[in-house]
Nanobody
Framework: VQLQASGGGLVQAGGSLRLSCAASGGTFSRYVMAWFRQAPGKEREFVAAVSRYGSGYTYYADSVKGRFTISRDNAKNTVFLQANSLKPEDTAVYYC??????????????????WGPGTLVTVSS
């Protein structure tokens, strides 16, 4: 599976961005899809995930809950991350990832098999 993220950029605090991740080369609907991020000097961290097939269960890091929304369009092989009320601490490279795992492990980046190259989100204060 190949993943390509887009939609990053520079935005002022309080603004919004919509990240997209297009998948190719696999059966998209069978994978859990997630967003992770990594800020300079920090470890990669879980942001959000959406369950596979059509069940639509979503999971969020506490730091983004209520501000970010993950969704997927299985017909278009694409996963989205709508990021609202952005804060300077949201500045990071955002990566989309795909994998198959039990839901209890959905926040663990090591469980994901496929990664996109990342897109940079910069939030200015």
């Amino acid at each position: 599976v190949q993943l390509q993220a887009s939609g990053g950029g520079l935005v002022q605090a309080g603004g919004s961005l919509r990240l997209s991740c297009a998948a190719s080369g696999g059966t998209f609907s069978r994978y859990v899809m997630a967003w992770f991020r990594q800020a300079p000097g920090k470890e990669r961290e879980f942001v959000a995930a959406v369950s596979r097939y059509g069940s639509g269960y979503t999971y969020y890091a506490d730091s983004v809950k209520g501000r970010f929304t993950i969704s997927r369009d299985n017909a278009k092989n694409t996963v989205f991350l709508q990021a609202n009320s952005l804060k300077p601490e949201d500045t990071a490279v955002y990566y989309c990832a795909a994998g198959s795992m039990v839901l209890s492990a959905i926040r663990q980046w090591q469980m994901y098999n496929y990664w996109g190259p990342g897109t940079l989100v910069t939030v200015s204060s």
